[in-house]
Nanobody
Framework: QVPLVESGGGLVQAGGSLRLSCAAAERTPSIFCMGWFRQAPGKEREFVAAVTWSGSRTLYADSVKGRFTISRDTAKNTVLLQMDSMKPEDTAVYYC?????????????????????WGQGTQVTVSS
């Protein structure tokens, strides 16, 4: 297992901002891509954003494009999710995920089953 530790969740008003952080343990297999997924009560887990470790590619769900920004700090083995202009529908448990598998078709990184390592989740609540 690759420990992934998330932080930064909390309560924010609609229109506000939060930043999530996910740190991978120092001794980890070579990570190729890290991403964020979220799951609201009674709903399926859904893709939010992902970034390749080289930084050459970022992926976003349509629902967060233009509002969320994913980035990584390779020196700290950390991926960040900056969430701006938040909406009540962003309320969910957010999970960090990582994979050390390369897929030539980067659309594979939108799929939760393609990630091997997962964090414990952090609650994000957006009030209207």
């Amino acid at each position: 297992q690759v420990p992934l530790v998330e932080s930064g969740g909390g309560l924010v008003q609609a229109g506000g901002s939060l930043r999530l952080s996910c740190a991978a343990a120092e001794r980890t297999p070579s990570i190729f891509c890290m991403g964020w997924f979220r799951q609201a009560p009674g709903k399926e887990r859904e893709f939010v954003a992902a970034v390749t470790w080289s930084g050459s590619r970022t992926l976003y769900a349509d629902s967060v494009k233009g509002r969320f920004t994913i980035s990584r700090d390779t020196a700290k083995n950390t991926v960040l999710l900056q969430m701006d202009s938040m909406k009540p529908e962003d309320t969910a448990v957010y999970y960090c995920a990582a994979t050390n598998v390369y897929y030539s078709n980067s659309d594979n990184y939108l799929l939760s089953q393609m990630y091997k390592y997962w964090g414990q989740g952090t609650q994000v609540t957006v009030s209207s």
